[in-house]
């Protein structure tokens, strides 16, 4: 390979790693700094804590010491329930990310642990789930706004093997997998207006094409091809009413719209050996990454020809 030919490979090269890294950014969520995570719809006898029980690395970096543990113990019926959450929409007025979107969804997924110990149904897991605000094309109209959450789970995915492997830490890339729905108030007028869409085999492009429905009796759904569907949060959890003890745990949740808002948050504890600075945007390679190649490969490109000018002489 010529001294050219091997100064394009290196600028190719980099633009391909660059392309594939720059745009991502880890976000450390502890106690103490949580970056808008908190604990949510946690009842008795469940817990759910960043603790160093079962430690998970980064996506992104080495950092991984921690996870979020979930752990439910079984006295009540329909006490088993605890949830993580991160919800980014506080204005009561206006949409505070106006791209996050359904249609600009690019990329959904996260890490997850069933325990052995475990003696819930062998189908169960934490979901991930999508919080959602429905805006029926009059923005400056709330009144007509509805809410829900489109769920992830294992078990309503085609080739389920009918258990979830314990003791392991599983990777699952949510983002073309089938997905159900929570709706909340989707009709006030109608018999029932919150609660489970039965419909289990939509992809989140399903659920954007036109009307769905559940079964009979089940709240009716917004037709997600008017107006804009924004995602508002991102939840996981554990229960309800699963009839048994639990210890699960959650890392590395993914969630990113178009190219540039793409974030991991890996959970991690407080210990300052595992502390990071406040996460920094990188730019995005469309830009001023492309910038900075360019001129990588001017300056290499000169550094060889005035190399190669001495040499003649």
């Known amino acids: 390979m010529t001294k ?10 980099m633009l391909a790693i660059s392309n594939g890294l720059m745009a991502q950014i880890e976000t450390v969520s502890t106690t103490t700094a949580p970056a808008g995570w ?19 690395a980064g996506q992104v970096s080495s950092l991984g010491d921690s996870s979020i543990e979930f ?47 475990s003696a819930v149904a ?6 991930v789930r999508l919080a959602w605000l429905h805006d029926s094309g009059t923005p400056a109209d709330p009144t007509d706004d509805t809410y829900g959450f489109f769920i992830y789970e294992a078990v309503y995915q085609p ?21 159900w729905l929570f709706c909340s108030d989707c009709d006030p007028s109608a018999t029932v207006a919150s609660g ?19 079964a009979g009796g089940d709240p009716t759904p ?29 890392d590395n949740v993914r969630i990113a719209f178009g190219a540039t808002d793409d974030l991991v948050f890996n959970f991690e ?23 900075v190649l360019f001129l990588l490969f001017i300056a290499l490109t000169f550094k060889w020809h005035k190399k190669q000018q001495f040499t003649v002489k």
């Open 159 to 179: 080739g389920f093997g009918g258990t979830i492997v314990t003791d392991s830490w599983i990777s699952e890339d949510v983002f073309s997998s089938e997905i």
């Open 122 to 127: 062998p189908i169960l897991h934490p979901p």
């Open 71 to 117: 752990n439910t113990q079984f006295v009540t019926a329909g006490q088993d329930k605890a949830d993580y959450q991160l919800i980014w929409q506080t204005s009561p007025t206006s949409i505070n990310f106006p791209n996050r979107t359904l249609n600009n969804l690019t990329q959904l997924s996260y890490e997850y642990y069933r325990d052995s110990s």
């Open 4 to 13: 050219n030919n091997s100064i394009v490979f290196f600028t190719f090269i």
């Open 222 to 250: 917004p037709d997600f091809s008017n107006g804009i569907l924004y995602i508002v949060g991102i939840n996981t959890g554990v229960g309800s009413g699963w009839g048994a003890d639990s210890l699960m745990y959650v």
């Open 196 to 214: 489970v869409v039965q419909n289990f085999n939509l992809t989140f492009t399903d659920w954007l094409s036109g009307p769905q429905v559940g």
């Open 269 to 291: 504890d407080d210990d300052s050996a595992f502390a990071l600075p406040p996460p920094v945007a990188v730019p995005d390679i469309n830009n001023y990454g492309y910038l």
């Open 38 to 56: 908190l604990p949510a719809n946690v009842r008795a006898d469940s817990t759910v804590a960043v603790t160093t029980a079962q430690p998970r």
